[in-house]
């Protein structure tokens, strides 16, 4: 797959350019390059450390919803095993927006639900560009149920701009679908961990956001809404968004900051979209402390903690 770049990701992609261009010189011409080849490569990431690390809020906005990120399907061969999706919430359709199932995790039997946006245009469409729709939370209910009966833990991945704002869904109730999938996690009597692996936008994340953990991948964002959609609103001018940024604070150090979050895990040097296995495996172990500190948990201490845990967030005069 050939990479895609973002406009500030420019300077690197250059760079990078000029370093497989010298190489091919060199082996096409048979010329030993190689430390030439050595000293662009420490400039190169160099230039990537400073890029991400002086990248702005708008900025981040852009990468946490980059092209070439890895989605909820392509991080589900590399975490778990023995994937079975299940389909339907039983009252009205199969939304793809939602994608979930039973799998397991090293050795465990889990539930895993997560937004699915699609990579093409074809499945993009298909997807609803991962924005799902009322069926798609019951969907997500259905599941979760399903895991309490079987004492499974819950683990769900959030990369959505928001739940479908579209008439057919108000129809469908979609407000109340999200209400309940927040009040029915809130007392889930097993283990629910939740990572935000994209965008997590407004109640469409929220809807399976609720647990006893909260992570963020490095380059993820979660706020109530998108900088376009909050210029939008206040501005009337999506240009605005760079400005909506700063002032929504969407960013994993913004909302580690505020104590919202429980931890960042920590993406490759190139951000999650250049190597998936590599940000698979820090997910990984990420979720695997957590998991086991959970299991231990008395159910009744489980849910005391969660409880707490969400009345203890926000300040309030």
Known sequence: MANSYLEFERPVAEMTAKIEALSQMGSSAGINIAEEVEK???????????????????????????????????????????????????????D?????????????SVMIVGHQKGRDTKEKIKRNFGMAKPEGYRKALRLFRLAERFDMPVLTFIDTAGAWPGIDAEERGQSEAIARNLMELAVLRVP??????GEGGS???????????????????????????????????????????????????????????????????????????????????????????????????????????????GIYN
């Open 40 to 94: 662009l490569t420490l400039k190169r990431d160099k230039l990537i450390e400073e890029t991400y690390a002086n990248a702005s809020r708008g900025e981040m906005a852009q990468l946490s919803r980059h092209p070439d990120r890895p989605n909820f399907l392509d991080y589900v061969p590399l975490l778990f095993n023995d994937f079975q999706e299940l389909h339907g919430d039983r009252a009205f359709a199969d």
């Open 96 to 108: 793809a927006a939602i994608v979930g199932g039973m799998a397991t995790f090293h050795g465990r």
């Open 192 to 197: 629910v961990i939740c990572t935000v692996v």
């Open 203 to 313: 109640g469409g994340a929220l809807a399976i956001g609720v647990g006893d953990r909260l992570f963020m991948q490095q380059f993820s964002t979660y706020s109530v809404i998108s900088p376009e959609g909050c210029a939008a609103i206040l501005w009337r001018d999506r240009a605005y968004a760079e400005q909506a940024a700063e002032a929504l604070k969407p960013t994993a150090a913004d909302l580690d900051a505020l104590g919202l979050i429980d931890k960042i895990i920590p993406e490759p040097k190139e951000g999650a979209h250049r190597n998936y296995e590599e940000a698979a495996r820090a997910m990984d172990e990420v979720l695997l402390q957590a998991l086991n500190e959970l299991l231990r948990m008395p159910v009744d201490l489980l849910l005391h903690q969660r409880q707490q845990r969400l009345r203890g967030m």
